[in-house]
């Protein structure tokens, strides 16, 4: 797995990511596990941790693919 650098100033995604609440996060979680994607614990802070973990990962991600040497 390659190694992500998490940006040094918090950008409007990664705002709106870690903004979420986990009446937000709940259902996805739910998709993932039901989906049998991923073996989350029936707790709403596993499943919101779980989530924002994920949408996290895409971001910083996405852009190292947009934003290459950014950080």
């Given at each position: 797995m390659a190694e992500l650098t998490y940006p040094s100033t918090l950008t409007d995604d990664l705002r709106e990511v870690l903004g979420m609440m986990n009446f937000q996060t709940g259902p996805m979680a739910h998709a993932f596990r039901d989906a049998g994607r991923a073996e989350i614990r029936k707790k709403?802070?596993?499943e919101q941790a779980f989530i924002l973990d994920?949408?996290?990962?895409?971001?910083?991600?996405?852009?190292?693919?947009v934003h290459p040497g950014r950080g």
């Open positions: 709403c802070e596993e994920w949408l996290i990962r895409l971001v910083v991600e996405a852009m190292k693919v």
